[in-house]
Nanobody, 126 residues
Framework: QVHLVESGGRLVQAGGSLRLSCTASGRSFNGAAMGWFRQTPGKEREFVSAISGNGFATTYADSVKGRFTISRDNGLSTQYLQMNNLKPEDTAVYYC???????????????????WGQGTQVTVSS
């Protein structure tokens, strides 16, 4: 059974930084794309960032480009989301996700990702 566990979410002031982590277990994740989505109450889950299985390709939502950096350590089956210059509008529950689909890292719709973590709350105060 695939299991994803996020950590690192907390309350931070605007302009601050956080690093989210997501550790996967249950099977080999080498070659699987990994990504992050976020969701606020009453809104759909939105794409934040994704990274290819080999870690060489990344993609970002326009709203976070230049501020967030995604990375992964395949040896640890872990991905990270470094978030800098945080803004109040970044407040959300952040979800880690994985897909084994070919070129899955290009998928921006949540329906195309296979497995999800339970989410970690990020709150940015103004």
């Amino acid at each position: 059974q695939v299991h994803l566990v996020e950590s690192g979410g907390r309350l931070v002031q605007a302009g601050g930084s956080l690093r989210l982590s997501c550790t996967a277990s249950g099977r080999s994740f080498n070659g699987a794309a990994m990504g992050w989505f976020r969701q606020t109450p009453g809104k759909e889950r939105e794409f934040v960032s994704a990274i290819s299985g080999n870690g060489f390709a990344t993609t970002y939502a326009d709203s976070v480009k230049g501020r967030f950096t995604i990375s992964r350590d395949n040896g640890l089956s872990t991905q990270y989301l470094q978030m800098n210059n945080l803004k109040p509008e970044d407040t959300a529950v952040y979800y880690c996700t994985v897909t084994f689909r070919a070129a899955g890292w290009l998928a921006r719709g949540p329906e195309t990702w296979d497995y999800w973590g339970q989410g970690t709350q990020v709150t940015v105060s103004s």
